[in-house]
């Protein structure tokens, strides 16, 4: 079975991945950290998924290539706030980024005898950890720490800095740089006591914090935590005390072409050379050019691609790189212009429409319009955006079979047919709330969804019984009750999962057992039936030492320190019975569960879950 290559989420961590041409901003930064005074804090400010976290990596790739071979010696340490707020630590986000600090400091030196027993600034942080998370038996620590806050909060800090003191002198370090990432994901008031606590207890000589956030969640904290209005707020003060050097990052100056090639290149899709020109102006006129949306869009170019396949093979209008140009246009108008896009699903489309939605004043006055209008944002300002849109949109649906007299001009019937048909399935990926859906379930794809319903209830009940023992020793506390996902568009995917979230210690990545099913998905032309079971997100480290000998065939889809990890697949007969299909499914599952719940036990009793 061929692999389908999507785009990951993940960050650039490499000099060889950046297309973005983050590097220069990159040396910059590792020679301010190298050059600058100590304690000093850098701010990398952007939209959520603008680069971030991949320029914070490029930056300390460099640094540790500038102290290689350097009898002094550089530290990093990196702390993921939203990963740390997830899975019932939200309230202890700041607690845990002082926490992870004093572990790094105590262990960075484990060669010396010096740091063997537990030091002040750990134990002081558990005095104040008693009031923060609630321990048992700590009510009169707590009323204690709320009466003298302040001989606490200054006994954490003289240990912080003692501590650190300690592991300079024995690790020979000349800086200490702490990258602390995804801010902005926080809930905007966490964000704000992170900030603080960063500024209270970890103002350190020798220290440089470089943070990923976002200004905007800042704002958006302060007025929560006081109770006011951002016009009444001084934000940028706030801001200005924690943050010594802010760096805005260069969206505008990314190299649009080299990622947009880049990402049309690794999924396969087949465009010429003309045709980036006109991805990137659709980009920057709808949702504008951030990586992690745009690599949103090519993965649901990739994913409706597979669906192009089988719709439109009987359509000769297009050339493959004209259908899959008019696609991610569709793509833009409908995750930007949500409105016009169902519109068009409706509307009695013609080369008349087309010239009209072109024209501002068109959208801000035609009666024809009046219904689109109650959908749309009616500042100038907008219908300006959406008429230069939908003039980049008209381009985009120009096909080089048209033979009328102005072609470019024009848009003929065979490109409306065109549009339409892809129209016609583009709707699956929608995430608003209000689509105009253009295709229905018919019985027999109800039937299917149906079946597969079945088949996990019945193996969620029989689970519960043949592996109570198991299930009982790792309690809710380290796997989760066993639960199905199903997705709603099931013309196009007709698959089900069983799934269960495995808890892993404080520092460590949580996983999922994933359990699947596929009846036949369009994304897969030849009918063939599909079983995986695998562990999503797992770190792939602890999977090698821990499971790999229990699933010697088992593959992973990236070399990254995270990732999914396939234990065990099947690719079945499309004429297989429902009652072997079934079985098969069981056997497999408990093929799986029969080495994985076992094994998780004993790690569990080694302290290892």
């Given at each position: 079975?061929?692999?389908?290559?999507?785009?990951k989420?993940?960050?650039?961590?490499?000099?060889?991945?950046?297309?973005?041409?983050?590097n220069?901003?990159?040396n910059?930064?590792s020679?301010?950290?190298?050059s600058?005074?100590?304690?000093?804090?850098?701010?990398?400010?952007g939209?959520?998924g603008?680069g971030?976290?991949?320029?914070?990596?490029l930056v300390?790739?460099?640094?540790?290539?500038k102290?290689?071979?350097?009898d002094?010696k550089l530290?990093?340490?990196w702390?993921?706030?939203?990963?740390?707020?997830?899975?019932?630590?939200g309230?202890?986000?700041t607690?845990?980024?002082?926490?992870?600090?004093?572990?790094?400091?105590?262990?960075?030196?484990?060669e010396?005898?010096?740091?063997?027993?537990e030091?002040?600034a750990?134990?002081?942080?558990?005095?104040?950890?008693?009031?923060?998370?609630?321990?048992?038996?700590?009510?009169e620590?707590?009323?204690?720490i709320?009466?003298?806050?302040?001989?606490?909060i200054a006994?954490?800090?003289?240990?912080?800095v003692e501590l650190v003191?300690?592991?300079?002198?024995?690790?020979?370090?000349?800086?200490?740089?702490?990258?602390?990432?995804?801010?902005?994901?926080?809930?905007?008031?966490k964000?704000?006591?992170?900030?603080?606590?960063?500024?209270?207890?970890l103002d350190i000589?020798?220290?440089?914090?470089?943070?990923?956030?976002?200004?905007?969640?800042?704002?958006q904290g302060l007025?929560?935590?006081?109770?006011?209005s951002?016009?009444?707020?001084?934000?940028?003060?706030?801001?200005?005390?924690?943050?010594?050097?802010?760096?805005?990052?260069?969206?505008n100056?990314?190299n649009?072409?080299?990622?947009?090639?880049?990402?049309l290149?690794?999924?396969?899709?087949?465009?010429?050379?003309?045709?980036?020109?006109?991805y990137?102006?659709?980009i920057?006129?709808s949702?504008?050019f951030?990586?992690?949306t745009?690599?949103?869009l090519?993965n649901?170019?990739?994913?409706?691609?597979?669906?192009?396949?089988?719709v439109?093979?009987?359509?000769?209008?297009?050339?493959?790189?004209?259908?899959m140009?008019?696609?991610?246009?569709?793509?833009?108008?409908?995750?930007?212009?949500?409105?016009m896009?169902?519109?068009?699903l409706k509307?009695?489309?013609?080369?008349?429409l087309?010239?009209?939605?072109r024209?501002?004043?068109?959208?801000?006055?035609?009666?024809?319009?009046?219904?689109?209008?109650?959908?749309l944002d009616?500042?100038?300002?907008?219908l300006?955006?959406?008429?230069?849109f939908m003039?980049v949109f008209?381009?985009?649906?120009?096909?080089?079979?048209?033979?009328s007299?102005?072609?470019?001009?024009t848009v003929?019937p065979?490109e409306i047919a065109?549009?339409?048909?892809?129209?016609?399935?583009?709707?699956v990926?929608?995430?608003?709330?209000?689509?105009v859906q253009?295709?229905?379930?018919?019985?027999?794809?109800?039937?299917?969804?149906?079946f597969?319903?079945?088949?996990?209830y019945?193996?969620?009940?029989?689970?519960?019984?043949?592996?109570?023992?198991?299930?009982?020793i790792?309690?809710?506390?380290?796997?989760?009750?066993?639960k199905?996902?199903?997705?709603?568009?099931?013309e196009l995917?007709?698959?089900?999962?069983?799934?269960?979230?495995v808890?892993?210690?404080?520092?460590?990545?949580?996983?999922e057992?994933?359990?699947?099913?596929?009846t036949?998905?369009?994304m897969?032309?030849?009918?063939?039936k599909?079983?995986?079971?695998?562990l999503?997100?797992?770190?792939n480290?602890?999977?090698?030492n821990?499971?790999?000998?229990?699933?010697?065939?088992a593959?992973?889809?990236t070399?990254?320190?995270?990732?999914?990890?396939?234990?065990?697949?099947r690719?079945?007969?499309?004429?297989?019975?429902e009652?072997?299909?079934?079985m098969?499914?069981?056997?497999?599952?408990f093929?799986v569960?029969?080495?994985l719940?076992?094994?998780?036990?004993?790690l569990?009793?080694?302290?290892?879950?």
């Amino acid at each position: 079975m061929s692999k389908i290559k999507g785009l990951k989420d993940s960050p650039i961590k490499i000099d060889e991945n950046d297309v973005l041409g983050l590097n220069q901003w990159a040396n910059a930064l590792s020679v301010f950290i190298l050059s600058s005074d100590t304690p000093m804090t850098i701010g990398i400010q952007g939209n959520w998924g603008s680069g971030k976290s991949s320029m914070m990596y490029l930056v300390e790739q460099r640094l540790k290539a500038k102290y290689q071979n350097q009898d002094k010696k550089l530290h990093t340490i990196w702390f993921n706030a939203w990963q740390f707020s997830q899975f019932n630590q939200g309230n202890q986000v700041t607690i845990s980024l002082l926490s992870r600090f004093i572990d790094e400091m105590e262990t960075f030196g484990v060669e010396s005898t010096q740091f063997r027993e537990e030091s002040g600034a750990k134990k002081a942080l558990r005095w104040i950890m008693a009031g923060a998370i609630g321990m048992a038996g700590a009510g009169e620590i707590a009323k204690e720490i709320i009466q003298e806050p302040s001989k606490d909060i200054a006994d954490l800090k003289m240990q912080l800095v003692e501590l650190v003191g300690k592991t300079f002198q024995i690790a020979n370090l000349d800086k200490i740089v702490v990258f602390i990432d995804d801010i902005d994901r926080l809930i905007p008031q966490k964000a704000i006591e992170l900030l603080e606590a960063l500024k209270l207890f970890l103002d350190i000589e020798g220290c440089v914090y470089v943070l990923a956030c976002d200004y905007q969640v800042i704002t958006q904290g302060l007025t929560q935590k006081f109770g006011v209005s951002e016009a009444d707020l001084n934000g940028r003060s706030f801001f200005d005390k924690i943050i010594q050097v802010p760096f805005n990052m260069p969206v505008n100056q990314y190299n649009a072409e080299a990622f947009c090639q880049k990402m049309l290149d690794h999924i396969g899709i087949e465009y010429k050379p003309k045709d980036v020109d006109l991805y990137i102006d659709l980009i920057n006129h709808s949702v504008g050019f951030n990586p992690r949306t745009v690599k949103r869009l090519f993965n649901n170019l990739l994913l409706l691609n597979i669906v192009a396949e089988q719709v439109l093979q009987e359509q000769n209008y297009a050339q493959p790189n004209e259908k899959m140009r008019i696609l991610f246009a569709t793509l833009c108008l409908q995750n930007s212009f949500p409105p016009m896009y169902n519109y068009l699903l409706k509307a009695e489309m013609s080369d008349q429409l087309f010239k009209k939605l072109r024209l501002p004043k068109a959208l801000k006055e035609s009666k024809e319009f009046a219904e689109l209008r109650e959908e749309l944002d009616k500042s100038e300002a907008f219908l300006v955006k959406l008429a230069r849109f939908m003039g980049v949109f008209f381009v985009a649906l120009q096909l080089e079979s048209d033979t009328s007299e102005n072609p470019d001009e024009t848009v003929s019937p065979e490109e409306i047919a065109t549009l339409r048909s892809i129209m016609s399935f583009s709707a699956v990926v929608a995430v608003q709330k209000s689509q105009v859906q253009p295709m229905s379930l018919d019985d027999e794809t109800n039937t299917k969804r149906n079946f597969n319903r079945d088949i996990i209830y019945n193996l969620m009940s029989e689970i519960e019984v043949k592996y109570q023992p198991e299930l009982k020793i790792l309690s809710s506390s380290v796997i989760s009750e066993f639960k199905p996902y199903q997705p709603r568009r099931a013309e196009l995917f007709l698959y089900i999962e069983m799934k269960s979230r495995v808890s892993m210690p404080i520092n460590q990545q949580n996983f999922e057992m994933i359990f699947a099913l596929d009846t036949g998905s369009l994304m897969w032309p030849d009918g063939k039936k599909h079983i995986w079971h695998s562990l999503k997100q797992v770190q792939n480290l602890w999977f090698e030492n821990n499971l790999s000998d229990l699933f010697p065939e088992a593959y992973a889809f990236t070399f990254e320190e995270v990732g999914d990890v396939t234990l065990l697949e099947r690719e079945l007969s499309p004429e297989i019975s429902e009652t072997e299909l079934e079985m098969t499914f069981k056997q497999t599952a408990f093929e799986v569960l029969d080495k994985l719940l076992p094994r998780l036990v004993q790690l569990y009793q080694e302290g290892k879950l």
